[in-house]
């Protein structure tokens, strides 16, 4: 699904240097790499706070924290998504509200999204599944109007723009009260260990946040709240910081292997390509999408079929994701009514994800998706 041995080849010397670096220092905890990254990050997204920590499940967990919500308070989010989304909320006693998708971004559904807020509502949590961003513009007037946080899971879409009606863009991530993200090895910028980070234009929860992260300390050795230890180590960070300016770069090879698979795929009516509000002819250029994941819905029922055939074939890919959270024996709850799933609970069965990465080779894209036309017609 991912080559990162090719990548890494291409920019072996910067990193290796880095590393080595880091190794001589001796600053292997909060070292001035993890301080350097965190201004490279800030700058690139135009965020006023980036706060690493060691991965975005703990990200997420800690922009909860962070936020002050309490047990009971319910959390909105998705059904469809990796389950580290609704397992921070279970963690913190809060409680999760799944809802449907929109069967063509796979983003959340905002008439579902204002259907399950309550008085006890206090965050929404939208996914930027697969490198999208959602539809920000809705979900902050719904959140405005009922006065609700939002927490921008952006693990899959850093690098994402979003376009306001207006034409203004503003970064994934940085778009709602807070926004997390991981740096795990095969996210779009990945390090090569575990790693996260948090992302907030507001000073005072900023201070909160970099308190929580630390043991809940403001000032050595005094504990002003309960909180976690959770960093980004100084070799992971010599690693981002190197990696961070090739990320423009990657986001765009991403897009064109995107291209070249809608392209191929366009005239096959048992596929359904992701939607992007782009013509296909300028989506390699096209900054809203930076496809984490390439997914295809298979319309026939012959997903499965297809799958074995791929690996038959020595194609990878992977089906994300193959049980609803509302269906996850964590997460199953009386409160859920199948009716309400009606896209989720149809995409299990027809998603398929491909191949993608920053080093796809027209060669490849050329056998793959030859080798799934030939098998749907
Ligand atoms: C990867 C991922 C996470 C968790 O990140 P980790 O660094 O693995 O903890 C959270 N949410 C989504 C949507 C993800 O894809």
Same mark, same amino acid.
């Given at each position: 699904m991912v080559d990162l041995q090719s990548q890494y080849q291409k920019i072996k010397e910067t990193v290796d240097a880095s590393i080595q670096e880091v190794l001589e220092s001796s600053a292997y905890i909060n070292g001035p790499y993890v301080k350097e990254f965190q201004a490279d990050l800030e700058r690139y997204l135009d965020v006023k706070h980036v706060i690493p920590c060691a991965n975005g499940t703990d990200a997420l967990q800690i922009a909860m924290m962070g936020l002050g919500l309490k047990p009971g308070d319910e959390v909105i989010t998705v059904d469809f998504t990796f389950a580290a989304t609704v397992e921070v909320i279970g963690l913190l006693n809060l409680t999760p509200v799944l809802v449907d998708v929109e069967p063509d971004s796979f983003n959340i559904d905002i008439e579902a999204l204002k259907k399950a807020i309550t008085p006890k509502t206090k965050a929404i949590v939208p996914v930027h599944l697969f490198g999208q961003v959602a539809n920000m513009e809705a979900i902050l007037e719904v959140a405005n109007e009922h006065n609700l946080f939002i927490i921008e899971d952006n693990a899959q879409a850093i690098g994402a723009n979003y376009t306001f009606k207006d034409g203004s863009k503003k970064k994934a991530g940085t778009i709602g009260h807070v926004g997390t993200t991981s740096f795990f090895p095969s996210k779009n910028l990945g390090c090569y260990g575990d790693g996260g980070a948090i992302f907030t234009n507001d000073d005072d929860l900023a201070h909160i946040i970099r308190g929580i992260v630390n043991h $809940?300390? +403001?000032?050595? +050795? +005094? @504990? %002003?709240v309960v909180g976690v230890n959770s960093r980004l180590d100084s070799i992971q960070a010599a690693i981002l910081k190197a990696k961070l300016p090739h990320l423009d770069k990657y986001c765009k090879a991403r897009r064109k292997a995107a291209k070249y698979y809608n392209e191929a795929f366009a005239t096959n009516k048992y596929i359904i390509t992701p939607k992007v509000d782009c013509d296909i002819k300028d989506l390699e250029d096209? %900054? $809203? @999408?930076?496809? @984490?994941q390439y997914t295809l819905q298979i319309t026939n029922g012959k997903r499965d079929e297809l799958h074995k055939h791929l690996l038959d074939n020595g194609i990878a890919n992977a089906i994300y994701y193959p049980v609803p959270l509302h269906k996850q024996k964590a997460y199953a709850d009386e409160r859920y009514n199948e009716e309400d799933f009606k896209v989720t609970n149809t995409l299990i069965n027809t998603v398929i994800s491909l191949p993608m990465h920053t080093e796809l080779e027209e060669e490849q894209l050329e056998f793959i998706t030859n080798t799934i036309n030939n098998f749907l017609s």
């Amino acid at each position: 699904m991912v080559d990162l041995q090719s990548q890494y080849q291409k920019i072996k010397e910067t990193v290796d240097a880095s590393i080595q670096e880091v190794l001589e220092s001796s600053a292997y905890i909060n070292g001035p790499y993890v301080k350097e990254f965190q201004a490279d990050l800030e700058r690139y997204l135009d965020v006023k706070h980036v706060i690493p920590c060691a991965n975005g499940t703990d990200a997420l967990q800690i922009a909860m924290m962070g936020l002050g919500l309490k047990p009971g308070d319910e959390v909105i989010t998705v059904d469809f998504t990796f389950a580290a989304t609704v397992e921070v909320i279970g963690l913190l006693n809060l409680t999760p509200v799944l809802v449907d998708v929109e069967p063509d971004s796979f983003n959340i559904d905002i008439e579902a999204l204002k259907k399950a807020i309550t008085p006890k509502t206090k965050a929404i949590v939208p996914v930027h599944l697969f490198g999208q961003v959602a539809n920000m513009e809705a979900i902050l007037e719904v959140a405005n109007e009922h006065n609700l946080f939002i927490i921008e899971d952006n693990a899959q879409a850093i690098g994402a723009n979003y376009t306001f009606k207006d034409g203004s863009k503003k970064k994934a991530g940085t778009i709602g009260h807070v926004g997390t993200t991981s740096f795990f090895p095969s996210k779009n910028l990945g390090c090569y260990g575990d790693g996260g980070a948090i992302f907030t234009n507001d000073d005072d929860l900023a201070h909160i946040i970099r308190g929580i992260v630390n043991h $809940g300390m +403001y000032k050595r +050795y +005094y @504990h %002003d709240v309960v909180g976690v230890n959770s960093r980004l180590d100084s070799i992971q960070a010599a690693i981002l910081k190197a990696k961070l300016p090739h990320l423009d770069k990657y986001c765009k090879a991403r897009r064109k292997a995107a291209k070249y698979y809608n392209e191929a795929f366009a005239t096959n009516k048992y596929i359904i390509t992701p939607k992007v509000d782009c013509d296909i002819k300028d989506l390699e250029d096209y %900054d $809203g @999408h930076v496809f @984490h994941q390439y997914t295809l819905q298979i319309t026939n029922g012959k997903r499965d079929e297809l799958h074995k055939h791929l690996l038959d074939n020595g194609i990878a890919n992977a089906i994300y994701y193959p049980v609803p959270l509302h269906k996850q024996k964590a997460y199953a709850d009386e409160r859920y009514n199948e009716e309400d799933f009606k896209v989720t609970n149809t995409l299990i069965n027809t998603v398929i994800s491909l191949p993608m990465h920053t080093e796809l080779e027209e060669e490849q894209l050329e056998f793959i998706t030859n080798t799934i036309n030939n098998f749907l017609s």
